[in-house]
Every structure is written in structure tokens, then in C-alpha cells.
């Protein structure tokens, strides 16, 4: 773990009044961001360190300043230094929703229920302020797994018609969008916090947030690429959604599928650039799981187009139980 302390630390945590604070850190995640919690007696606070270039806190600031403002639980900001990217956070804890499920497996639909509910609360707000989900975003992340996972496997594909592809499977996607809600991007086990019941969620990783689909934070919690959610509880999540909020099942299925294959395209290109770009290979395990819930979206009809490029540029046994694995292959260069 790099305990190399932020440049410009002391100085921000003395204007803060936390000066006199032991500094514990904790592990990362697949960004350039590093996390410390902050020990000042009995109170804890949380640091995130997101050094430029490679990050700036403001698009997380202005999210969950909004967040916090729109009654959602979104860590308070008790002090920022944006050009040092430096922010100082409440502390939400340590129950996060993958570790307490991993050690109380019989709450998991309790768990998962309070987590729709608060997508729910969400999507009865008006959209924040956030750029819209467009169609290019879409095709420009579906790329990813053009860009690193086919460069990777020796595949030579045909772009032009994924693009294709897509274009077909996602236009229906951008009309019923019109109205938005807001897209947290990253909704899943890993970053949603359990504070004082296990039904009230503390968000986290939201920094990226634009105006889009209803379907995209749901299919993100629902098909998650760190842990498995079996079908049947997928299937009653999505249906609690759905009774919640009174959207047309069918079509909202039909997008559920459509974001859930252009998710976990994306997905399996990020994962490969974190291995082969970023010396992360830890990620490459995860893979298969997200080729399995990919299959199961390309079989709802609305995504014939994107299931047929697939048949036609990537074989069949790279698509199996384990096709994602990169066992086989060398170390990235």
C-alpha cells in the first residue's frame, strides 16, 4: 500500500483543525484517488487525495454537495483544496455493503432492497447539475472493449460495424431519456456504504454522475462486476424498482439490457486497460463474471444487432464459463 503522504497535507489539515490527527491509509481503488481516515481522538474523518492531473475533485464536490442538498447521503464536505485535489470527508465507517454481505449473507435481500429503494429517491428528484448521457458517450465507452480487450485477445474486428451495432441497439435509449434522472455511474456493492440501519445507503465514487437513464445505476447495482447476485434475486430487485415507480415493464427491460451490455462492454475494456496499462492485473479475474452477465443481456431481442457482431467477430470459446480469462496470455508489457 503507498503511504507516501499528499504534498501540502500539514498545511491543509491544520486550517481544517485536524492538525493533530493520525493519518491511516486505506486501500485504493482502480483510480489514481488514495483514501486515508483521519483519528482525532474519538471523531474520524475521512481525506481523499486526487492528485492532478490525473484527478480533479471538483466534479465529486459539486455532486455531492447536490446529493447532500437533494436529502441524499452523500459524505459531507468538511474542507476541499482543489488545486492540491485534497478533501477532507465525513466518515461513513467501515460497513460497506460488499463486506457485510460477505460476512451476513441471509440480510442480502434486505440489503439489496434498501439499495433500489434508494435509487428510487433518487429518481424522483429533477436531474442535477450534470452533463446528459448521449449517445456518444455510449458509443465512446462501448469502444473500450474494442480499444483493450480485442488488441489483447489478437482479435481483428470489424468497428465500423459495432458501431453500427450499437447505433441501432442504443437510438430507442436516448428518446426515453428525454427527461433524465440522475446517473450515478458507479452504483454497486463496492460503493455504497451501510450506516446506522441496513437500509440506509451512504453513496460514494459518484463523481462522474451525468443526466440519463433510469436503467443504468439499477443494471450497475444488478449485474455487478465484483460480486455475484444470482438471477432470482436480480429479477425480484428489478421488479421492486419497477412497482416503485410505475415504468413500463417491458420497455424498461428492453433498456435495462441495452445498458447492461453497453456496461459491461465497457467494463471488460477498463478492466484490460487497468492490466496492461496501469500494472493492475487484479481485475482481469473479475472478467469472466462480466463476459456471463454480458451473454445474458445480448439474449433479449433488443439486442440482436450487437449479439450478431459478436457471433461474427469474437469466438465462441472466448464467450464461454470462463472466456474472459486471461490465464493463458503474458504478464502485459
Known amino acids: 500500500m503507498d503511504v507516501k503522504l499528499p504534498e501540502g497535507l500539514d498545511e491543509f489539515l491544520s486550517r481544517a483543525g485536524w492538525g493533530e490527527a493520525t493519518i491511516e491509509p486505506l486501500a485504493g481503488d482502480a483510480s489514481f484517488r488514495r483514501y486515508f481516515r483521519l483519528r482525532r481522538g474519538e471523531k474520524t474523518a475521512m481525506l481523499m487525495d486526487a492528485p492532478p492531473p490525473h484527478e480533479n475533485p471538483v466534479p465529486f464536490l459539486r455532486a ?63 436531474p442535477g447539475p450534470f452533463l446528459d448521457y448521449n449517445l456518444v458517450t455510449y458509443q465512446r465507452e462501448a469502444k473500450l472493449l474494442l480499444d483493450w480487450y480485442c488488441p489483447a485477445r489478437n482479435l481483428y474486428v470489424d468497428a465500423t460495424s459495432w458501431s453500427a451495432a450499437w447505433q441501432e441497439v442504443l437510438t430507442p435509449i436516448i428518446a426515453r431519456q428525454r427527461d433524465g434522472v440522475t446517473v450515478l455511474r458507479d452504483y454497486h456493492a463496492e460503493n455504497i456504504m451501510l450506516l446506522d440501519r441496513l437500509d440506509s445507503q451512504g453513496l460514494l465514487d459518484f463523481q462522474d454522475a451525468l443526466i440519463g437513464h433510469r436503467a443504468y445505476d439499477l443494471v450497475s447495482l444488478l449485474q455487478d462486476a465484483r460480486r455475484d447476485v444470482s438471477p432470482e434475486l436480480e429479477a425480484e430487485m428489478f421488479d421492486r424498482y419497477v412497482r416503485e415507480t410505475g415504468v413500463d415493464a417491458e420497455d424498461f427491460l428492453a433498456d435495462y439490457a441495452r445498458l447492461g451490455a453497453q456496461r459491461n462492454a465497457k467494463i471488460v475494456g477498463i478492466f484490460v486497460r487497468l492490466w496492461r496499462r496501469d500494472g493492475k492485473p487484479r481485475y482481469l479475474d473479475l472478467i469472466p463474471r462480466v463476459w456471463a452477465l454480458m451473454e445474458r443481456d445480448l439474449a433479449h431481442p433488443a439486442l440482436a444487432p450487437v449479439a450478431r457482431w459478436f457471433d461474427a467477430n469474437v469466438p465462441a470459446e472466448l464467450r464461454a464459463a470462463n472466456g474472459g480469462s486471461f490465464a493463458d496470455l503474458p504478464a502485459a508489457p
Open 64 to 126: 455531492a454537495e447536490w446529493l447532500d442538498a437533494n436529502g441524499m447521503r452523500a459524505p459531507r464536505i468538511l474542507a476541499a483544496d482543489e488545486a492540491r485535489g485534497l478533501v477532507l470527508l465525513e466518515d461513513f465507517g467501515e460497513t460497506r455493503m460488499r463486506d457485510y454481505l460477505d460476512a451476513w449473507p441471509a440480510d442480502e435481500r434486505q440489503v439489496y432492497a434498501g439499495a433500489v429503494d434508494a435509487l428510487v429517491e433518487l429518481h424522483k428528484l429533477a
